[in-house]
């Protein structure tokens, strides 16, 4: 069984930067899509960022283009959250997925984290 673990959340102000990171494991993530999705208290699930096996192909939420950037080193079975400029509404509790397609939705994601949360103050 596969295991995504992330890390790297926490408080910060309005306009501070935070790297997220999910570590993956117990299992080869060779060709998975690796996503990032968001979900604030009382609200759904969200897609923020996803980055295909080679890298060649990313996408990204409306609300964080241009602000935050998905990459992965899959030598080290890492996938990584840029994000920069934050907002109060970036707060939320953020998640890593992986999937063998690129999907915008948490619907049909095979493997999920736990989640690290993301507190940023006004």
């Known amino acids: 069984q596969g295991q995504l673990v992330e890390s790297g959340g926490g408080l910060v102000q309005a306009g501070d930067s935070l790297r997220l990171s999910c570590a993956a494991s117990?299992?080869?993530?060779?060709?998975?899509?690796m996503a990032w999705f968001r979900q604030a208290p009382g609200k759904e699930r969200d897609f923020v960022a996803a980055i295909t096996w080679s890298g060649s192909r990313t996408a990204y939420g409306d609300s964080v283009k241009g602000r935050f950037t998905i990459s992965r080193d899959n030598a080290k079975n890492t996938v990584y959250l840029q994000m920069n400029s934050l907002k109060a509404e970036d707060t939320a509790v953020y998640y890593c997925?992986?999937?063998?397609?690129?999907?915008?939705?948490?619907?049909?994601?095979?493997?999920w984290g736990q989640g690290t949360q993301v507190t940023v103050s006004s």
């Open positions: 117990g299992r080869t993530f060779s060709g998975y899509v």
């Open positions: 997925a992986a999937d063998l397609g690129l999907k915008t939705t948490p619907r049909g994601y095979d493997y």
